[in-house]
């Protein structure tokens, strides 16, 4: 009994009590339950960058577990063998997979990916299958270099181009000659201005006169006595017709004028007969004059 008493048992009792708290405190800050009884199962990856002891295992975001060790494989010298401490009551169908993907806050954790086809389950200590996702920045980096390692000699490609066009005599006096083409649309655009502060408000002016006295011409035009004339203009046609039916009319007598070939023949046989005699006269004239140079008939 004085041996309990004594001063140096209690200081090992302490100390005892202390260190147990100490390795308690240590692992439920890593997450560990010493007081909750789990199961552990082992995956082998090649690459656990990221991943650390005490990450967490979880199933669609629920945490499940933790990795309880993180140990090279020195047998095979080629993988990392990851041990894992899952709660006892959950059960591992046969071809569930862990895969091993970034954390959102920075780091890695293993997402259980649990195979419900099968009814078997692995036993404890079993190793699992393990795979990969790189998140979305790996994905960018498995999609998009590649493309971007073909684009990249095209766009040297490109500026190389560019470089040729940019530093060729052509281009250069073309775009003088764009400056000059420039500077003359400048000046013309000003002309342009000037004619139409000036020269369109007269032609307006101009075109209002216009309007003014078309309008004066169709008010007369609406004062005249347009079915007076018209009714002058219908006797005028109807007494034309009617002089044209008479030149027509083969018995009346300006038709019997323009129609009869008598008067025509008449005409032409006295006309013949008048040039006739003109002729006889020029030829003999004593025939038709007779005059005495003294007094004589």
Same mark, same amino acid.
């Given at each position: 009994?004085?041996? &309990?008493?004594?001063?140096? /048992? ?8 202390? /260190? ?12 560990? @339950? ?7 199962? !082992? ?12 990450? +967490?295992?979880?199933?669609? $975001?629920?945490?499940?577990? =933790?990795?309880?060790?993180?140990? /090279?494989?020195? !047998? ?18 046969? $071809? ?8 959102? *806050? ?39 270099? +590649? ?27 073309? *775009? ?14 000003? !002309? =342009? ?7 369109? +408000?007269? *032609? &307006? $002016? ?7 006295? /078309? ?5 007369? =035009? ?28 083969? @018995? ?46």
């Amino acid at each position: 009994m004085n041996f &309990v008493k004594t001063k140096e /048992f209690k200081i090992g009792i302490i100390s005892a009590i202390s /260190f147990f708290i100490l390795i308690y405190g240590l692992n439920y800050l890593k997450g560990v @339950n010493l007081f909750k009884p789990s199961n552990y199962y !082992q995956i082998e990856y090649k690459n656990v960058s990221g991943l650390e002891i005490s990450s +967490p295992v979880l199933i669609d $975001g629920f945490k499940v577990g =933790l990795v309880t060790s993180i140990e /090279f494989d020195y !047998q095979t010298n080629n993988n990392v063998i990851v041990e894992v401490s899952l709660d006892k009551k959950l059960r591992v169908p046969q $071809g569930s997979k862990m895969i091993l993907k970034p954390g959102l *806050m920075g780091g890695a954790e293993l997402d259980l990916k649990l195979n419900t086809y099968v009814s078997e389950n692995h036993s404890i200590g079993d190793k699992l299958i393990g795979e990969y996702d790189n998140g979305l920045m790996g994905k960018l980096q498995d999609n998009l270099l +590649p493309t971007v390692e073909q684009i990249l000699p095209k766009i040297d490609t490109i500026l190389t181009g560019l470089q040729k066009l940019v530093t060729d005599s052509s281009l250069i006096r073309t *775009m003088s000659s764009m400056e000059k083409t420039t500077a003359q649309l400048e000046k013309s655009s000003l !002309q =342009l201005n000037k004619i139409l502060s000036k020269d369109v +408000p007269v *032609m &307006v $002016g101009n075109v209002n006169t216009i309007t003014t006295d /078309f309008a004066a011409i169709t008010t007369d =035009l609406r004062k005249l006595d347009l079915q007076g004339t018209y009714k002058e203009l219908n006797g005028t046609l109807t007494n034309l017709n009617a002089f044209t039916q008479d030149l027509n009319n083969p @018995n009346g007598t300006i038709g019997l004028l323009l129609k009869d070939s008598t008067l025509y023949n008449n005409l032409t046989n006295t006309a013949e007969s008048a040039n006739q005699l003109m002729m006889d006269l020029k030829q003999n004239p004593k025939r038709y004059v007779h005059f005495s140079v003294f007094g004589r008939k």
